[in-house]
């Protein structure tokens, strides 16, 4: 196959059988198939092992083929951000959805109530104001539907949520008044808490989720049997899970952790995460697997000791680190070989390119590829509308399309 790719995965067809250094119009997000499905049954095995569900947080990737995987290998559901995610995932498939923010806004109630519609259509959002409280309450009530909340319960300082317990606790009776919303459980987000103590400030944290939970539930505030109480970004999984474990808060509740970018990984903030929980837990000998890639070509060699390579800010990440070189192949050559170029480095990007400094003894030439790691991949992932799986050939095996 010589033609180029580009329209083809623009379209997301077509691409099947494309190899990555010889037919792929670069650059592209390029997702490594066997670190993909190690991560997947990695996280699914930890949390279950954790006695908890799964809720992946699908806003990291916003494609449907992966949440898919995710649900097929036992997630409990998909966790979004907001009612036009919900919307598109429920038109993907997905039939459970943690929306871990608050719903405002009477168009976005509408998305929801619209889904609602749908009997197995399983459905749970966020409050942390009476304001907000009584709109939903409004609102659901003129539809004749009846809305799943949870309490976000938050930090001072941090995001969302109710600063105080006092608060949770007033809220939940603002609840219990709404005819048309039912407290389904308690949710926070440990990710917001920083600084040389924030191990155990997250565990503080969790064990005050705990409480609050126990409290509702022995007050008769929770509308159904077995409320959820859930929390957990990418990095602090492990603490929410032992200490959700040391409460015994899965003997009364569906603990429900929600990482989400475990399933492509990284090569910044994310490895380094990963590498304190490894730390922290001995007994995990293996962790996660960077699976996400962009892939460019060198584009200038100006002067000496310097490359301008055909990737920039609308391609890849670069809030949390810039791109990291990995291996460069010679364009068309197969069998495709690798070389290292760690020891080069991405200094500063642009709209369309980014500056790398040549290490020495690295030779480039005009039309090479190199392939870059990524720091945060939420941010990478919503600039592509088409991610291509690959095998350990760098054959193109899927063609995974974006719906952000």
Known sequence: MTTAINTA??????????????????????????????????????VSDSGAELAPHGKTSMTPALFQRQLDA???????????????????GVRRVLMANQLVGTPNMALIADLLADADFDFYCMVDHPDNVADLGAYFASRGVKLNVMIEYGVVGGRCGCRSEQEVIALAQTINAQPALALTGIEGYEGVIHGDHAVSGIREFAASLVRLAVQLQDSGAFAIAKPIITASGSAWYDLIAESFEAQSASGRFLSVLRP????????????????????????????????????????????????????????????????????????????????????????????????????????LRVGDIISFGTSHPCLTFDKWRVGLLVDEELMVVESMETCF
């Not at 409990?76 to 009612?83: D, E, M, P, Q």
Request: charged content about 20%; hydrophobic content about 45%.
């Open 9 to 46: 995965v623009e379209k997301g067809d077509a691409a099947i059988g494309a190899h990555l250094v010889r037919d792929v119009s670069l650059p592209a997000l390029v997702l490594h198939r066997e670190a993909l499905e190690h991560n997947i049954r990695w996280m699914q095995k930890f």
């Open 260 to 363: 989400g970018s475990y399933v492509a990984h990284d090569h910044g903030i994310y490895k380094e995460a990963q590498c304190c929980v490894l730390d922290r837990r001995s007994d995990l000998h293996e962790g996660l697997r960077p699976a996400l890639e962009v892939w460019a070509h060198v584009q200038s060699l100006p002067e000496p000791g310097f490359a301008v390579i055909a990737l920039g800010k609308r391609d890849v990440a670069f809030d949390a680190g810039l791109p990291v070189p990995l291996l460069r192949y010679k364009a068309g050559v197969l069998p495709a070989e690798g070389d290292d170029v760690g020891a080069c480095k991405v200094t500063a990007v642009m709209d369309q390119h980014a500056f790398m400094s040549v290490a020495p003894g690295v030779e």
């Open 74 to 92: 036992g997630a409990w559901g998909i966790t979004l951000a907001s009612a036009t995610q919900t919307r598109a995932a429920y038109a993907h």
